[in-house]
């Protein structure tokens, strides 16, 4: 399994972590609405900064290994198809913090599903399309110096990301992350810089 798999992991869990908190949602309850728009926010940035990340970083590096312009603008087409269910959902998710009725919880969850469906397709497609080139292509010079560009953040961000792929991983996908970033860095890495996410995040989904 490669990275990008485990963070598509990572991105499912979330979404059917909030279909289930929403559609549970207690009429009123703005000490839940204020958790969930907690973990919304964390969920939003990581999203965006992955789609984001590979149109600007992985397809150009995917591009020299193989992978057409064709499929890579497909992927993007996804990208638009799935910012605009995002837009759409934080415009939700919003009104449920600022209300936090049943009403709300609700135009939340068929936002939310909506998302998660258009993310799957996309998610699904890229995988089928990209994962084996990912495995193939891993100690190309190419896709090592991709890594080393999407490693290029400040602690802070890097540790509430893994923070955050970790949080319900399988073991499969712990192995691909730890693959990625030597073990006792990415100790370091959560220990330090991922409390926040531990802190404030993490128990949204224990509630």
Do not use: C
């Not at 020299?64 to 990208?79: M, P």
């Not at 995002?86 to 936002?111: P, V, Y």
């Not at 290029?152 to 955050?164: C, E, R, S, Y």
């Amino acid at each position: 399994m490669s990275m990008n798999k485990a963070i598509h992991a990572a991105v499912r869990r979330d979404l059917d972590r909030f279909l289930d908190a929403l559609e549970r949602f207690p009429d009123g309850d703005r000490e839940r609405a204020e958790q969930l728009a907690t973990a919304w926010e964390n969920f939003d940035e990581q999203l965006t900064r992955h789609h984001e990340g590979e149109h600007e970083t992985a397809w150009p590096a995917l591009e020299k290994v193989g992978v057409s312009r064709d499929l890579l603008a497909q992927l993007d087409a996804e990208h638009d198809t799935m910012a605009t269910a995002l837009a759409a959902t934080r415009t939700a998710m919003g009104a449920l913090h600022t209300f936090a009725s049943a009403e709300d919880a609700k135009a939340a969850h068929t936002a939310m599903q909506e998302l998660q469906r258009v993310t799957v397709v996309h998610l699904e497609h890229e995988e089928a399309e990209i994962e084996p080139v990912y495995l193939a292509k891993k100690d190309s010079p190419e896709l090592k110096a991709m890594g080393r560009e999407f490693a290029k953040v400040g602690p802070v961000q890097g540790g509430t990301f893994f923070a955050w792929a970790l949080d319900g991983a399988t073991s499969e996908e712990t192995e691909a992350i730890a693959h990625t970033v030597p073990k006792p860095v990415l100790t370091v890495i959560t220990g330090l810089f991922g409390r926040t996410y531990r802190k404030s995040v993490a128990p949204v989904w224990r509630s």
